[in-house]
């Protein structure tokens, strides 16, 4: 069971050099990569992403596509992206490289040694490290010590999104006291490497970052910064290979997704994580139970605490910055979930309560958790403690069974913040909007004002095929009111796996939902996108509409199914109201008027004004061929 | 000018007999059409879908779409679809038929007198009904007099949605009390007639039912009724023929549109609010000004009041149901949208401001409003009061602009209310989710409790091409918080005219937009069909989950991508897990198990059941060859 096969067997199944040809490479449109240094460390280079527009200047956003939309760059799946912070974690000087835990067919679900790996690629190898003896590698360690780390410093100026070199022409007093935002108990300001070290040592905010992901590009999850969204990909039992998720990957990245969870099943589990780690400029996270359920071949009251801890082990060492533990499924939680509409829905969930009631016993992954939290903070891997109890269905939203599995999920939270390991939780799933509220307040106040990492929620359970959209609307209520990262929700939801274009409507779904959020929140500078896109449009600046739009080439392609001609593209007009008449353009007249409008001059209506508009009048509209 | 074509001429254009064949006939999946008799008046047949489940029982729900998914029914859509109504409007013996108006080429955008009509159907003439001289064919009128009309009797059926026959499976004390709903003032309750009535008289709801659209199925629009969703369609100056509307009109009311309103522009409006009207089961909503421009050639300072008066007439005679108008644009609002981002975005508003700031006049709409009054209760034309005003961009929402127009359409309403007329509010548009409840207050507030019907609102102006999902946010959140008619928005938004696929998406965001926010307000009732859905999904019924859900369709489509077999579809596994292991089935297997499990015995961990657990552990899983 042990043997390895040789690498010039293996590389049979690589991945072949076609692959990296599959990945999607080009820039968005009319947008190239800036590098922004940090004021504090010029070797800090964030990037981000600038869009120029067509009257001359250019807006910086936050990128979460990493190195793909450089053109720039050169990258081959086969080998992985650039490093960028090995160097960081080598000056903090308190970790040591090792002989890694020797790599094992069952890791890829192979029990029959004369099958061997497929897709096993040497040259994504890397020899791990870990904490030496006695240390604490967690950014909460740091942070709790007063040390603003390399990855804070970076988040600093990542959230920041180059703003202050903005001058915001949009801004009015008026204005501004209109839409503030309304925080509801956020704490939001320009964010500064301190404030960034403080929300990360109280708890308030993580970063996922496992010191042997280098690849990564810092961010971070917390209430008081943007929020995020992650997206699913990973194969299955049934269908995909390695080489769609990794394009899946850098396409939820490419669209805006914060994180990706690797949900893979069945067979080559470990060698397909290999390939996204590798190539993942954004956090990596894993449910590594699903791992560890087909190394005893499906059965799940064959798990054991041992072979759940060597996958935690064998997956720190790959980089996975943040695991999926569902040790809040208490025994005596079980039969609250008998009178559910719909039981126990979650996977990893359902996996322990089987193994709970198997054994009577409360399952190892509670009764070791003090034991999990060691290896944790040797690599920096954050929890994201599972609900494995979340509703499945409105009917079971915010019952017994929920809750308590929650109030143990902040008992355990306190357990992880002895040991400084970052955390965050995870949230349901299935909840009519009313009661998306109480979610939130039981979150903040039994787990502390750890982050709140939710699916969704669903708002009604009458939509197959468009759960998106369902989940959508509950995602940006529950964001709003202070959950720090949004779990997408394709439309493939309940029916499927999420193809390409799955992948690319869930995310579009919480893009849409993170930014009203903060919208709402009234998170600084959220808002300029918005404003920057209205004024393109109300000025029929077609072009700078689409592309500071979250998807141009959608939009562009919808704009010309009605419009096609490159004419139409400068057009004073669109296909809603035709040439002849159009209310912005109207609109645009109106203001110039009103300009020379007084209020006393309207009460007094004078006659000259009058004529003066009328003679001007006939003049305003303007036909397609002009 | 007046020459009209005779019909022989016309009839050279008319839709052909193969348009009716372009119109979708089918019922929906395992779906017929079942006519639920009123108790007070077996007369009256109110039609729902009966949905057939795999377990032999049915579920019956509202119906939106007419004859068109009855079998049973020959439709011609030269000739318009059945008489509903005629008879109660007869027997109310206060309406007269007359020689209405005679069509003229410019209703249809036509000024030279050789070009004629296209698609004048003399089949789909009807000789107009109005009230007689000093009655009123008002609903709210025979409300006020507490009269309980045939159409009110129709909706209480209707709203109750058989539900009464119902045995709740899914109640208990638990369930009942955590999920009860917020309904936020609204007062929800089973309709009966006399509330019905009651809500009608008080202004707090409208039937928009003209008298001449007498194929009309009546329905509400009230905030303590269901929440409604409206689809826009309509030709404009650059494309779309007559029989795309038409089609589009049924496959919007197919997927559940409530109403819709008909916004062509350009040529052959009339004609194809002929053939809308003849052939719709929802009340038909215009914005006549639209069509008045048409006549003026599109300039906007040649409207006279006499144009657009004649134009009222003329769809009064026609049928349409509800008119927008934006009567709410005062000379002395329009120098309060100068500082905006966007200026005035309704196509209404901005063709009132500019007649406003041409003439230097309050505009017709407002001075002869009470002239308005008069025609709309002579045909019962429910008022939509238009928003001309509302904010195209969050950074104008909630501004001063678009609030002194909402305090102006409150003061409109007493007026109309005055003459007994129906009357709804428009609103916006773009809001941030924290800017919407505002909107709502101050609808309540200054205008009465009249029924408010919003545009989304969108709740962020940066995803073009998404804008069903940016809104169906807004809308899901206005609706729960008391908005009673959500206008849906399409992904073309901004960018062109909807196509059938686009109005499908539209109106499924808003379906789902409404029917959450009917469960967080509580309606009852409300959540019975996701309980029965999610039931279904939990016993791995994959054909009921398809046929319950709003579009049978695409759920089974996405499903069969995966897993096409037919044996699949009865498989109790899905393609997200795979057929070795599944928490939906593990689940209940746990429930089977905790039936037997005692909290006294958990704590007690007695090893004889513990035994037996792990021994029928072995056989829960189900091979997919099994």
């Known amino acids: ?70 053109e720039t760059v050169e990258i081959d799946v086969n080998k992985g992206i650039a490093d960028v912070r090995s160097q960081w974690v080598l000056e903090r000087n308190d970790t040591e490289q090792y002989q890694g835990r020797e790599v094992q067919p069952q890791d890829n679900g192979h029990f029959d040694q004369d099958r061997g790996f497929q897709y096993y690629n040497d040259d994504l190898q890397r020899t791990p490290r870990r904490a030496i003896a006695g240390k604490n590698v967690s950014q909460m360690h740091y942070a709790r010590k007063g040390i603003i780390t390399k990855e804070m410093e970076y988040i600093a100026v990542r959230e920041n999104q180059a703003r202050e070199a903005l001058s915001n022409e949009f801004t009015t007093d008026e204005r501004n006291s209109r839409l503030k935002g309304n925080p509801l108990g956020a704490n939001l300001q320009p964010i500064t490497p301190e404030f960034v070290r403080k929300e990360v040592a109280e708890g308030r905010a993580i970063i996922p970052a496992n010191i042997n992901h280098t690849e990564l590009e810092p961010m971070i999850i917390g209430r ?9 990909i990973g194969n ?31 067979k080559n589990i470990h060698s397909t994580r290999d390939y996204i780690v590798r190539n993942s400029p954004v956090p990596v996270g894993t449910v590594p139970i699903y791992q560890a359920l087909e190394k005893v071949k499906g059965v ?15 997956q720190a060492e790959q980089g996975v910055d943040y695991f999926t533990i569902h040790a809040g499924v208490r025994l005596h939680h079980i039969p609250m979930t008998v009178d559910r509409v719909t039981g126990i829905v979650s996977r990893g969930g359902s996996i322990m309560a089987k193994w709970c009631i198997a054994h009577h016993q409360e399952s190892f992954l509670y009764t070791h958790f003090e034991e999990i939290c060691h290896i ?9 403690l599972g609900d494995g109890l979340r509703p499945g269905s409105l009917a079971d939203a915010n019952d017994e069974a929920q809750f308590a599995e929650l109030i143990t ?7 992880a913040w002895k040991h400084d390991v970052q955390t965050m939780i995870e949230g349901p799933g299935h909840v009519p909007m009313h009661m998306i509220k109480e979610n939130m307040d039981m979150q903040l106040e039994h787990c502390h004002e750890a982050p709140f990492y939710t699916l969704g929620p669903l708002t009604t359970d009458i939509a197959p095929g468009y759960d998106h959209i369902t989940s959508g609307i509950g995602a940006a209520i529950i964001g709003w009111y202070g959950c720090a990262m949004l779990c997408y929700v394709t439309p493939k939801e309940h029916l499927g796996l999420p193809n390409k274009d799955d992948v690319k409507q869930g995310i579009m779904a919480y893009k849409i939902a993170a930014h009203a959020a903060d919208i709402a929140k009234g998170h600084p500078g959220a808002r300029y996108r918005d404003d920057l896109l209205s004024k393109a449009r109300f000025e029929f600046r077609w ?57 006393a001059e309207i009460e007094a209506g004078m006659a000259k004004k009058s004529a003066e508009f009328a003679a001007a009048g006939a003049q305003i509209y303007v036909a397609q061929s002009e």
């Open 236 to 266: 299955s039992a049934l269908r995909s290979s390695i080489e769609e998720e990794v394009e899946k990957l850098v396409w939820s990245i490419r669209w805006g997704g914060d994180t990706i969870m690797d949900l893979s099943t069945g």
């Open 224 to 232: 008081n910064f943007l929020v995020k969204i992650n997206g699913n």
């Open 300 to 314: 799940a009251e064959d798990l054991t605490w041992e072979i759940f801890r060597d996958t935690l082990i064998e």
């Open 1 to 70: 069971m042990n043997t390895i096969l040789s690498s010039s067997e293996a590389t049979a199944n690589l991945a072949s050099a076609s692959d990296t040809q599959k990945i999607t490479r080009t820039p968005l449109p009319a947008s190239k990569k800036a590098y922004v240094p940090s004021p504090n460390d010029p070797s800090i280079r964030v990037p981000m992403r600038e869009i120029s527009l067509t009257d001359g200047t250019a807006v910086t956003l936050y990128d979460t596509s990493g190195p793909y939309t450089d």
């Open 543 to 599: 072009v700078d509409q689409f592309n500071l739009g979250l998807d141009p080439d959608t939009a562009r392609e919808y704009h010309d199914e009605t419009l096609p001609k490159d004419a139409a593209k400068v057009a004073h007009f669109c296909s809603m109201c035709g040439p002849k008449f159009c209310s912005m353009k109207i609109s645009q007249e109106v203001r110039d008027y009103s300009a020379d409008l007084k209020s």
């Open 409 to 415: 999920l902040g008992e355990l939270t306190k357990i």
């Open 376 to 384: 944790m903070k040797a690599y920096d891997v954050s929890f994201s």
